[in-house]
Nanobody, 123 residues
Framework: VQLQASGGGLVQTGGSLRLSCAAS????????LDWFRQAPGKEREAVAN???????NYAEAVKGRFTISRDNAKNSVYLQMSSLKPEDTAVYFC??????????????????WGQGTLVTVSS
């Protein structure tokens, strides 16, 4: 099972990027799919998630700027990022959770992870 994240890069403040994450090896139609990020020297934090129902949740820091979506037919999850800020600079990871853990977004509860894609926002 593999999650392959892509789409990171260098962008100026106020710019946009779209991250993609494609899964292979199994289907994730019923899984909770998330994007996390980890900035240098900081802990990994949840950015957004999307349930198989389409219900989404966002971290306060990205509400109104980021949009998570999924395409179960393509076994993929996406993160559209707009109005990017330097503090959004981080390695972004996609993750999948196939067991129910309630509303927690503790990284330890996710059993599949992508390799990460670097997003750098210049000021």
């Amino acid at each position: 099972v593999q999650l392959q994240a892509s789409g990171g890069g260098l962008v100026q403040t106020g710019g946009s990027l779209r991250l993609s994450c494609a899964a292979s090896g199994r289907t994730f139609g019923n899984a909770l799919l998330d994007w996390f990020r980890q900035a240098p020297g900081k802990e990994r934090e949840a950015v957004a998630n999307i349930h198989n129902s389409g219900l989404t949740n966002y971290a306060e820091a990205v509400k109104g700027r980021f949009t998570i979506s999924r395409d179960n037919a393509k076994n993929s999850v996406y993160l559209q990022m707009s109005s990017l800020k330097p503090e959004d600079t981080a390695v972004y990871f996609c993750a999948a959770r196939t067991q129910y853990y309630g509303t927690t977004m503790d990284p330890k509860t996710y059993n599949y992870w992508g390799q990460g894609t670097l997003v750098t926002v210049s000021s």
